[in-house]
T-cell receptor, first 113, second 114 residues
Framework: GENVEQHPSTLSVQEGDSAVIKCTYSDSASNYFPWYKQELGKRPQLIID?????GEKKDQRIAVTLNKTAKHFSLHITETQPEDSAVYFC????????????FGGGTRVLVKP | KAGVTQTPRYLIKTRGQQVTLSCSPISGHRSVSWYQQTPGQGLQFLFEYFSETQRNKGNFPGRFSGRQFSNSRSEMNVSTLELGDSALYLC?????????????FGDGTRLSIL
C-alpha cells in the first residue's frame, strides 16, 4: 500500500520567513495530494491540494509543488505569520485506493514573532 | 452549507464496553471516511463508505465496524473497548468516491477509555 513520509517533524521559523515542508510517497498510482492544517484542539482543515496533472499550485502565501518522477511534493509558506503556527499534514490518495488518504506523520510549525 | 458534524464530541468509556459514533456529512456528499488520530500513530484510515457500501478498509481489527445510511450519514462502532482505543476519531466527507476530491473533516469525537 501507499506510504507517505514527511519532513521535518518540527519547524521553527521567524515571522516573515518562509517555511518548507517536504513529503515523499511510494505508490506511483497516487494522483491526489492534499495538505491539511490542524490547530490545537481543532479539526484538520484543507488548505491546498494538487492533482498529478499539475506541477505547481499557488494560493496567496501558500504553494505546493509536485514532482511525479521523484514521487515527492512540498508545501511552501511565504511571509509566515504567528497564525500559521499549527501542525501540517500531507496526504496522498489514488484512484485504486478510492478515498483512502494516507497521511504523513505531520510537521509542527512554530512561527516566532 | 453546514460542515461535517460529529456526535458526541467527547466520550468516556471503560474497557470491554462498546461505543457508537455518528457522522453527518456535508449536504450532497456521498462518501464518508473515518480516521483515528493518536499522538503515536498519527492519522490512520479506518474505512470508507460510499452509497451505503464499505469500499475500503484500513488495518484495524474487526472490533471496528461501521455503516452508512441512505441519507449518507454514517456511524462507526467499536466493540470490546481497549485502553489503546483512546483517540480522536475523525470523519471526513467528500462529494464522490473518485479519490481526487477534497475531503472535509468534522471536529471529531474524543474517546477516552478508563
Amino acid at each position: 500500500g501507499e506510504n507517505v513520509e514527511q519532513h521535518p517533524s518540527t519547524l521553527s521559523v521567524q515571522e516573515g520567513d518562509s517555511a518548507v515542508i517536504k513529503c515523499t510517497y511510494s505508490d506511483s498510482a497516487s494522483n491526489y495530494f492534499p495538505w491539511y492544517k490542524q490547530e490545537l484542539g481543532k479539526r484538520p482543515q484543507l488548505i491546498i491540494d494538487i492533482r498529478s496533472n499539475v506541477g505547481e499550485k499557488k494560493d496567496q502565501r501558500i504553494a505546493v509543488t509536485l514532482n511525479k518522477t521523484a514521487k515527492h511534493f512540498s508545501l511552501h509558506i511565504t511571509e509566515t505569520q504567528p497564525e500559521d503556527s499549527a501542525v501540517y499534514f500531507c496526504a496522498a490518495s489514488g484512484r485504486a485506493a478510492g478515498n483512502k488518504l494516507t497521511f504523513g506523520g505531520g510537521t509542527r510549525v512554530l512561527v516566532k514573532p | 452549507k453546514a460542515g461535517v458534524t460529529q456526535t458526541p464530541r467527547y466520550l468516556i468509556k471503560t474497557r470491554g464496553q462498546q461505543v457508537t459514533l455518528s457522522c453527518s456529512p456535508i449536504s450532497g456528499h456521498r462518501s464518508v471516511s473515518w480516521y483515528q488520530q493518536t499522538p503515536g500513530q498519527g492519522l490512520q484510515f479506518l474505512f470508507e463508505y460510499f452509497s451505503e457500501t464499505q469500499r475500503n478498509k484500513g488495518n484495524f481489527p474487526g472490533r471496528f465496524s461501521g455503516r452508512q445510511f441512505s441519507n449518507s450519514r454514517s456511524e462507526m462502532n467499536v466493540s470490546t473497548l481497549e485502553l489503546g482505543d483512546s483517540a480522536l476519531y475523525l470523519c471526513a466527507s467528500s462529494l464522490d468516491g473518485t479519490g481526487n476530491q477534497p475531503q472535509h473533516f468534522g471536529d471529531g469525537t474524543r474517546l477516552s477509555i478508563l
